[in-house]
């Protein structure tokens, strides 16, 4: 069973197999935004969208809290990029750093 949890005193959001954990999306606090600098699934059980159900976990709660994201970690600005639906939580003057100007989103 694949499940995702956030462990807060370690700073990331982690997936775990079972009770093994298989890969993590660290983060901190920025200016009270959140910063996703590094992503990493265990090379064993990559290529099965654990990254990817990591990755929106961690968006869905950073929006359900209100939060913008700063997708430092190039996979988590990519991902955003094929999920326009996230890409109001990046700080509109932020979206270029990111490589994320040329993505329509909800705003117009």
Do not use: W
């Not at 099965?48 to 997708?71: K, M």
Request: hydrophobic fraction near 40%.
């Amino acid at each position: 069973m694949i499940t995702v949890r956030e462990s807060a005193e370690r700073s990331r959001f982690e997936v775990l197999e079972g009770d093994e954990v298989v890969g993590f999306a660290v983060y901190h606090v920025e200016d009270g935004r959140v910063a996703l600098p590094h992503t990493e699934v265990d090379p064993a059980h990559q290529h099965r969208g654990l990254a990817s159900e990591l990755v929106r976990i961690a968006l869905d709660t950073a929006r359900d809290r209100g939060q913008q994201v700063l997708p430092y970690c190039p996979f988590i600005s990519t991902y955003i990029r094929r999920h326009p639906d996230y890409l109001d939580l990046v700080p509109r003057a932020e979206r270029a750093t990111f490589g994320l100007v040329a993505v329509p989103d909800r705003e117009g």
